[in-house]
């Protein structure tokens, strides 16, 4: 029961922390819109087009990818740390992760998705 409530008072702590910081900002802001204000940020730069424009197929397919090779390296840590325990079943099975790893990374190599220099999707 102990932990529970830490970890209670901790959420009510960032929801608290949260709510104050809405509510401060909103009180004591400056109340002066001008369209500047109101226009979008991108980066520092004006921004240009139209949000509604299609993007490549490219585009997302290099986002997935990444998505999928860092969800899977944050595997290795957890292994990493429990290297001494798993002896050496458990370092060929990460073996064989990275093999299965780097032969995804072979194929998506492989199939042009990663060559950015051509515009054929």
Known sequence: MQGWFSILIMIALGAGFALVSIVLSSVLGPHKPTPEKAAPYECGMPPVGNARERQSVKFYL???IFLLFDIEVAFLYPWAMALRDLG????????????????GYAYVWRKGVLDWGSDHA
Request: proline content about 0%.
């Open 88 to 103: 050496w079943n458990g370092f060929a099975q990460v073996v064989l992760f990275m093999l299965l790893l780097a032969a």
């Open 62 to 64: 290099v986002a997935m």
